[in-house]
C-alpha cells in the first residue's frame, strides 16, 4: 500500500500531549542528591605490587588496542612479557569477577598484549614516539647522576623510572649479562632469553647504561665519583647453606639453574644431548634419584630442570605441601613432570656412600600456627630415615652476598613500603630482595619504583616530602604506587576507594568461562626446555579481555545515557555530564552502572 | 516458496520479513517457539531489530510502548498467564494509540495448571481497545501478521493475532513464504504520526480531566469503527500481491443454511470437513468462521446469518455465569435485526480437549432438534457426574 493511500483514511487521534516544551519544566530542581561520575580503584590495581591500570589495560585490549593496552601496562611496569610469564598475579585472586564466575587471566593477557604490541611494531623501546613517549615520557634532564648495584628485577625497573624522571642513571652488573634473577635464576622454559633481552634493550633505550661485568659494593667511591644516590639491589644470590653434617656435599640449587641457563644460551643442544644420553641409558635408575632441599619457587626450578635433564628429582620439604612458599601452579606443573614430593622431613646429615649421597632424614609433625601464621613443625623423636640418593641440591633459601644490614639502619633511615631509603650528601635507597616481604619478581620490580620515586622526591623536595608524596602515589590502600598518580595523570582524579563485586550491578556481566592458555601435556614440556605454552591466540585474548567487567572505571557503556528518565545525560567530546537543570536526582543512572563509576552525593546539591 | 513451518514459526517470519526493529518478550509456553525463532533472527543478523530481553509480561509491553512512542516497529508475543500480567499495559498501548502488533497464543489459565488450547485469556482482553484477529492455520496466521502491521499502523491502534495454542502454535504445515520485496511492496516502512522526540520534549499521555477525557475514548471507539473499511483495503491489497483473501468473516455455505455453525480458529478446519460431509448428505448446513473479534464486525455477521432459522455457537471459552463469549455476542449483534435466527450457545474443547466432526456433528443435531435455545450455554461431551460432585 502506498504512503498516501494509507492517508487517505481519517483516523480519529486525540490524545492528550502538552504543547509547550516539556524543557520549561526544571526537574532538577526536585533533586536533594546528585549523581556524579567518579572513576574509583579496582580491587585488582591494588593487589598489583606494580599498581597496574588494569581494567583499563582490559578495556583497551578487549578493543583490540594492543598498542595503548601495553603503553597503559609500560607506565607502571617496564617488563609487561616478563611479568606475564613469571607474576604469580595476585591481581587474579582479587579479582572481583570471581564472585561472579571466575577471575579474568589477567596473567595471560599481560603476555599477549606486550608480545602483539611488539609485534605490531609498537616500537621497542618505551621512549619512542609511538611507544609510549607521550605517555611516559623522559623528564627534563635533573643533572643527578644514580648508581644502581644489580641488574636484576629491582635493578631495572629503579632505572627505567628514574631515566623516565630525568636522572642519569648507570647500573653496574657483576655478571656478563644483564637481568639478575630473571637471567640466571628462572629457567628458559618459564622466560625465555630473547624475551628478557627485549625489555631490557627497551629500558637501555630511555638512556640507562648496563655495565655488565662489572660488580659493585657500597665500598665504591661512589660520591667522589659524582653520584647522588646508589640504588642497592643486588637480591641475594648467595644460597645458604643446609647446616647439617655433610652439608658440602650437597650442590648449590642457584648456581645449578646459573650453570644450566648458560649452557641452555650456548646452545640449547648441550643440555638436550645431556638429556638423550639418559634416556638412551634406559632411564634413570631407581637409586639416581636426586633430592632438592626446600619448598620455595627454586626448589621447583631446580627440580623442573632436573626432570628436562633426565633425572628422577624428589623434593624433600620439612614442612606441608601447603605450606610451601612456591606458586600452587608451580608447584602442581612440578608434580605433573614427575617431580616426586616428601613432605614433613628434614635433612639431619648428608654422607658419602659407594653408591651415591646417604641422606639421613628426620620425620617432622606440624604443630599450632606461629605468630607469622604458618605452622611450626617440630621432629617426631626416634624417627629418622635414610635415602639413598645420586646428589643432593640445596635450595632452601638465599642472602645477599655483601652484608647491608647496618648500612640500612643508618640514621635517618625510612622504612617504605617495599624498599628503605638511606637520605645524605649520597643517598641510599636498597630495594628487592632486600627490603620486599614477598619475594617475588613484582614485588622487586615495585620496590626499584618505590626507591626511584623516593630518590626522585628526596633530589626535588627533600627528605621530609617523601612518605607523603609517596603516600599521595598509593593504589588504594597501598603499599602499590603509581607513576600515573605521580607525574599528575589522568588516573590522578580517580578516587582511591576501591570497588567490590557487591558495589557493581552484575545483572550485565553474563556468566562466561575463563579462558585459559593451552598447557603442554606434561610429558611433553618435560622433554624440552622451550617454553610450555603458547600463550594466548588473538581471538582468545580478545575473549578473555572482554570478560573484563572494568570495575570502578567507565567504559563508556552509556547506560547511564540509556536509562535517563529526565535525557539530562548529555555526551560531549566523548565524555559524559549530567544536566543539573534536568537531573532530579533518581539514581537510576547510578543504580544501571554495571562498574561502579558512579556515585550520589548530598553535596552535589549545593548550587 | 512453500516452505514446512511450525505455526510459531509461520509467525516469527512474518515478523522478520516486516523488518521489525524491536522485539520484547518474555518465554511462555506455547509462545516460546515464537520469539525464540526472533531471537535467533536478531541474533545471527537475519533480522536487523534489538530483541529486549525482560523480566516480566508487564515489561515486555511497557518495552514495546516505549520503542513504539520511539517511533519504531514492534512487536510481541504472550500467551494465557503472561498476557494476564500485561492486562495494564494493554490498556496504555491503545490509549496510547500505539501500532503494536502481538501475537497471542490461546492457553488455558490455571489453576488447574493447564498449557493446553482455551480462548477466555485472549477473550478477557476484549475491552483493552486492541484489535483482535483469530488464525485458522499456519499460513492465515503469517498473513495476518503481516496484516496486522499495515492495519495497527493506518489506525494507530494495537493488534492482537491470535493462535490456538499446539493446535496451530506446534502443528508443521507447508507455508507459502513469501518475498522479502514482496512484502516490502505490501508493507512500507513505518512512518509514526508521532512519536517521542527528545530535540523537542514534550508531555505525551499526561494527565486528561474530564472535559477531554471522554473525547480520547471516542477517539478510540471512532478509529476502531474505521477499521472493517480499512481491513477491507488491506486483504485486497493483501490479496493483489499474495493472492490470498481473508475477510472479518468467513461464510461457507451458509446462504441457504438452515443451520450455521459460528466459531474461530483451528476448529472452523474441523467444521469445513464437517459442513462438506453433511451437504454431501443433502443437508442445508453451514459454517461462519470468525476472523475478526474487535472490533467486532456486527453488519458482516448480521449479513452471513440472517437467513438462517438457527445459529449454533461453539464457543473454546467460557465467561463464568453468563456462558460462551462469542454467543453472547453474536446474540447481542443479531438482537435488533427484525427477521433473526435463534442462537444456540455450546461450550466445548476447553483446556485442550479435542473438537473433533463427531463433536461438531453433535452440535449440529442438537440444535436441529431443539425446540428452544435455552437460558444457558449447553456443556458438551462432557463428564456431568465428575462436573457436578
Avoid at chain 1, 148 to 160: N, T
Avoid at chain 2, 136 to 165: H, K, R, S, W, Y
Wanted: net charge negative.
Amino acid at each position: 500500500m502506498t504512503r498516501t493511500e494509507m492517508d487517505s483514511f481519517r483516523i480519529p487521534l486525540f490524545f492528550s500531549r502538552s504543547e509547550t516544551s516539556t524543557e520549561a519544566n526544571r526537574t532538577g530542581n526536585w533533586c536533594f542528591v546528585r549523581p556524579s561520575y567518579r572513576d574509583r580503584t579496582a580491587p585488582c590495581s591494588e593487589a598489583c605490587p606494580c599498581g597496574t591500570d588494569i581494567p583499563r589495560v582490559e578495556t583497551l585490549a578487549a578493543k583490540g588496542l594492543h598498542a595503548e593496552a601495553w603503553r597503559t601496562i609500560l607506565m607502571e611496569n617496564p617488563l609487561p612479557a616478563t611479568c606475564g610469564r613469571v607474576c604469580f598475579h595476585p591481581c587474579e585472586k582479587a579479582c572481583n569477577r570471581g564472585e561472579l564466575d571466575e577471575a579474568i587471566s589477567v596473567n595471560a593477557l599481560e603476555r599477549f598484549i606486550a608480545e602483539a604490541a611488539q609485534a605490531g611494531g609498537a616500537a621497542t623501546a618505551p621512549d619512542r614516539a609511538g611507544g609510549g613517549a607521550e605517555a611516559i615520557g623522559r623528564g627534563k634532564p635533573t643533572g643527578k647522576k644514580v648508581a644502581v648495584i644489580g641488574s636484576g628485577p629491582a635493578g631495572l625497573s629503579a632505572a627505567c623510572f628514574l631515566a623516565r624522571l630525568g636522572h642519569d642513571c648507570e647500573i653496574f652488573e657483576s655478571a656478563d649479562e644483564a637481568g639478575g634473577l630473571l637471567r640466571w635464576g628462572i629457567p628458559e622454559y618459564r622466560l625465555p632469553g630473547p624475551v628478557l633481552a627485549r625489555e631490557v634493550k627497551a629500558i637501555e633505550g630511555l638512556g640507562v647504561k648496563i655495565r655488565c661485568g662489572e660488580g659493585r659494593d657500597l665500598s665504591y667511591p661512589f660520591k667522589d665519583k659524582g653520584y647522588a644516590a646508589v640504588v642497592v639491589a643486588c637480591g641475594q644470590a648467595r644460597a645458604l647453606g643446609l647446616g647439617v653434617p655433610g652439608e658440602e656435599l650437597a650442590k648449590d640449587g642457584l648456581d645449578f639453574l646459573r650453570e644450566t641457563r648458560r649452557e641452555t644460551r650456548a646452545t640449547g643442544a648441550a643440555v638436550a644431548t645431556r638429556a638423550a644420553q639418559a634416556a638412551s641409558a634406559g632411564g634413570a635408575a631407581p637409586d639416581a634419584r636426586v633430592a632438592v632441599i626446600g619448598g620455595g619457587n627454586s626448589a621447583i626450578d631446580v627440580a623442573r630442570t632436573l626432570v628436562r635433564l633426565g633425572q628422577k628429582p624428589l623434593i624433600v620439604y620439612r614442612r606441608r605441601r601447603e605450606d610451601m612458599p612456591a606458586f600452587t601452579q608451580e608447584v602442581e606443573r612440578a608434580l605433573a613432570e614427575g617431580v616426586e614430593l616428601l613432605e614433613l622431613e628434614a635433612p639431619l646429615a648428608l654422607a658419602r656412600d659407594a653408591k651415591g649421597i646417604r641422606l639421613s632424614l628426620q620425620e617432622m609433625r606440624s604443630g599450632e600456627p606461629g605468630p607469622d601464621g604458618r605452622r611450626r613443625v617440630e621432629a617426631v623423636k626416634g624417627s629418622t630415615s635414610d635415602l639413598l640418593v645420586s646428589a643432593v641440591y640445596a635450595a632452601i633459601g638465599a642472602e645477599a652476598e655483601a652484608p647491608y644490614e647496618a648500612a640500612m639502619q643508618a640514621a635517618g633511615a625510612l622504612t617504605l613500603g617495599r624498599s628503605r631509603l638511606v637520605p645524605g650528601p649520597l643517598a641510599l635507597a636498597f630495594t628487592g630482595d632486600l627490603t620486599t616481604k614477598d619475594k617475588s619478581v613484582s614485588d622487586a620490580i615495585a620496590s626499584g619504583k618505590e626507591a626511584a620515586l623516593a630518590l626522585d622526591v628526596l633530589f626535588r623536595e627533600g627528605a621530609d616530602a617523601v612518605e607523603a608524596r609517596l603516600a599521595a602515589c598509593r593504589i588504594g590502600a597501598g603499599p602499590s604506587l603509581s607513576m600515573e598518580l605521580y607525574l599528575g595523570g589522568e588516573r590522578s582524579k580517580r578516587d582511591g576507594k576501591v570497588v567490590h563485586a557487591a558495589d557493581l550491578n552484575t545483572a550485565y556481566f553474563p556468566r562466561a568461562a575463563r579462558t585459559v592458555p593451552h598447557v603442554a601435556r606434561p610429558a611433553v614440556a618435560a622433554g624440552s626446555f622451550a617454553e610450555a605454552e603458547p600463550g594466548f591466540d588473538a581471538a582468545e585474548a580478545l575473549a578473555e579481555a572482554g570478560r573484563c567487567m572494568s570495575c570502578a572505571t567507565c567504559n563508556d557503556c552509556d547506560n547511564c545515557r540509556t536509562f535517563c528518565p529526565e535525557v539530562a545525560v548529555k555526551v560531549q567530546d566523548g565524555g559524559r555530564d549530567i544536566n543539573a537543570d534536568y537531573c532530579k536526582g533518581c539514581g537510576v543512572c547510578v543504580e544501571e552502572c554495571p562498574r561502579g563509576a558512579m556515585v550520589m552525593g548530598a553535596e552535589e546539591t549545593k548550587r | 516458496m512453500k516452505k514446512v513451518l511450525e505455526g510459531s514459526q509461520a509467525v516469527a517470519h512474518a515478523v522478520q520479513l516486516a523488518r521489525t526493529k524491536v522485539i520484547s518478550a518474555y518465554p511462555i509456553t506455547p509462545q516460546t517457539h515464537i520469539v525464540e525463532e526472533l531471537a535467533k533472527f536478531c541474533a545471527d543478523g537475519t533480522l536487523d531489530g534489538q530483541f529486549i530481553c525482560v523480566e516480566s509480561e508487564h515489561s515486555a509491553m511497557a518495552s514495546v510502548i516505549g520503542a513504539s512512542s520511539g517511533g519504531v516497529r514492534t512487536f510481541t508475543a504472550s500467551s494465557s498467564h503472561g498476557l494476564a500480567l500485561m492486562h495494564e499495559m494493554l490498556h496504555w498501548a491503545s490509549g496510547a494509540r500505539l501500532p503494536i502488533v502481538m501475537a497471542e497464543v490461546n492457553r488455558a489459565l490455571g489453576p488447574g495448571w493447564n498449557l493446553w488450547m482455551d480462548q477466555t485469556d485472549s477473550l478477557a482482553q476484549r475491552d483493552t481497545g486492541w484489535i483482535q484477529l483469530y488464525c485458522e492455520d499456519g499460513q492465515e496466521a503469517l498473513d495476518t501478521t503481516l496484516e496486522a502491521f499495515l492495519l495497527a499502523e493506518i489506525v494507530n491502534l494495537p493488534v492482537m493475532v491470535v493462535l490456538d495454542a499446539f493446535f496451530l502454535s506446534h502443528t508443521y504445515e507447508p507455508v507459502d513464504l513469501p518475498e522479502q520485496e514482496e512484502v516490502d511492496r505490501f508493507l512500507p516502512p513505518f512512518s509514526p504520526k508521532f512519536r517521542l522526540d527528545t530535540e523537542h520534549p514534550c508531555g505525551m499521555h499526561e494527565m486528561s480531566q474530564p472535559p477531554v477525557y471522554m473525547e480520547m475514548r471516542k477517539s478510540i471507539q471512532a478509529a476502531m469503527e474505521t477499521v472493517p473499511e480499512v481491513l477491507a483495503k488491506v486483504d485486497a491489497d493483501f490479496a493483489s500481491i499474495f493472492g490470498r483473501h481473508y475477510g472479518p468473516v468467513e461464510a461457507v455455505d451458509c446462504d441457504d443454511a438452515d443451520v450455521i455453525l459460528v466459531m474461530a480458529g483451528t476448529t472452523a478446519s474441523t467444521c469445513r470437513e464437517l459442513v462438506r460431509e453433511l451437504r454431501a448428505k443433502g443437508e442445508k448446513v453451514g459454517l461462519l468462521k470468525l476472523r475478526m473479534f474487535r472490533p467486532f464486525p456486527v453488519a458482516a455477521i448480521r449479513e452471513s446469518l440472517a437467513k438462517a432459522k438457527k445459529v449454533a455457537v461453539v464457543d473454546r471459552n467460557n465467561s463464568a455465569g453468563a456462558g460462551g463469549i462469542f454467543a453472547q455476542e453474536i446474540r447481542s449483534a443479531l438482537c435488533n435485526c427484525g427477521k433473526r435466527p435463534e442462537v444456540y450457545s455450546y461450550v466445548a474443547g476447553l483446556g485442550g480437549r479435542d473438537i473433533t466432526t463427531k463433536t461438531l456433528e453433535g452440535i449440529y443435531r442438537m440444535t436441529l432438534e431443539a425446540a428452544e435455545p435455552g437460558l444457558e450455554s449447553r456443556w458438551v461431551e462432557i463428564d456431568e457426574e465428575l462436573a457436578l460432585s
